[in-house]
């Protein structure tokens, strides 16, 4: 299995990249996605996620094909 | 309902009177309510030079749908149109446009406001702004009124 | 500030955009908000033909000066326009446009609402309307929402 | 001493007249000033009254040469 994983603005920036593919085995969850995708480190608490284009709130369960996205505070307008 | 996010500069007024004609609510639009969101050449008390917009391609568009369906079931709205500027902005540049039509003020001004802040501090768009001495991202939008 | 009493026909967006032109606010006014009050086809229940509006000339004027003050001191505002048709209206025709332009988005549309609530509560204009079986002199204003 | 008195709307339609101007001694007020020129009757009380073009409430003193002016409730916008 495996989720495409997308990163914004400033996030972006930090982490130098803006799109991976990760692959997985059954169960896994938004905060280990981030662990796995990111060298062990926990995710900050400010961020905010989508799962396939709509933001989730939790460490929800993620399923094959999924579009996650993690960003920071929204700004435009 | 037409919502657009857009690359090129564009001018609000022309694009509601343009939106208007093509609606068919003659006589039933007693009222309309626009926001214009403007680049400012001052934030958060700096003096700013122009700025970058970064979009989510596809969620910004659906959240934005989101946003519009929300208002009409907590009001009565006829139609909106929302545009909002991605890419390289210059100062005075038009950022977004929100209008509401309405057969009353208190729909239509009421949803025109719930849109409006729901798009600054939900719709996945960042501002990078470009300073005197460099760049820096935007980290949340303000409260919306002069801090005195 | 700009404040007019109109017996012709205006386009609101036309007019926003060519006053905007001249205000000396580049770069400063972030956000503008705009109300357009539009002549319906119905009222209170009863399908309408078209309608005359009066007014108390100098009172209106000077009321509509007064609101727009008020709302100045009130919110921070760089400046208002204001147009209010008189004479004879037909259906879909504008009645009224109030423009707030503001730093912030927040000033710009609680002054918006403010100032067209007071103009519709206070300043003195009259509405007459024509029906299918004959005239009526509009008693008060709606509260400015849809009655479910 | 003299003020002009004007009515609007409805009430200019029923009265049958938009303009006049009514002569007094001194010490005349708002409500005397209505009886004065409407055959005695009491003023309605859902007119709004201005006198020289601000709303006043109460049962004010008029001085010469004011414009007092007699409407319904308002109805622009």
Known sequence: MAVTVKYFASLRETLGRNEETIEFEDGMRLSRLWKKANDGEPMPESLMTAVNMEYVKGDVELADGDEVAFFPAVTGG | ?148
């Open chain 2, 1 to 148: 309902m037409r919502i657009e996010i857009r690359k090129e500069v564009f001018e609000p007024y022309r694009e509601v009177a343009a939106y208007q004609k093509i609606l068919a609510i003659t006589g039933k639009a007693g009222a309309t309510c626009v926001f214009v969101g403007t680049m400012r050449d001052f934030n958060e008390g700096s003096s700013v030079r122009g700025m970058t917009l970064e979009h989510y391609p596809g969620m910004t568009e659906k959240h934005l749908h989101e946003i519009a369906a929300q208002a009409g079931e907590r009001w009565r709205v006829l139609d909106c149109l929302i545009l909002h500027r991605v890419g390289e902005i210059r100062i005075d540049d038009v950022i977004v446009l929100v209008a509401v039509w309405s057969a009353h003020r208190g729909d239509a001004m009421d949803a025109c406001r719930y849109i409006i802040e729901d798009l600054k501090s939900r719709a996945p768009f960042w501002k990078k702004e470009q300073l005197d001495d460099g760049e820096r991202w935007v980290e949340s939008n303000t409260t919306g009124y002069s801090e005195e």
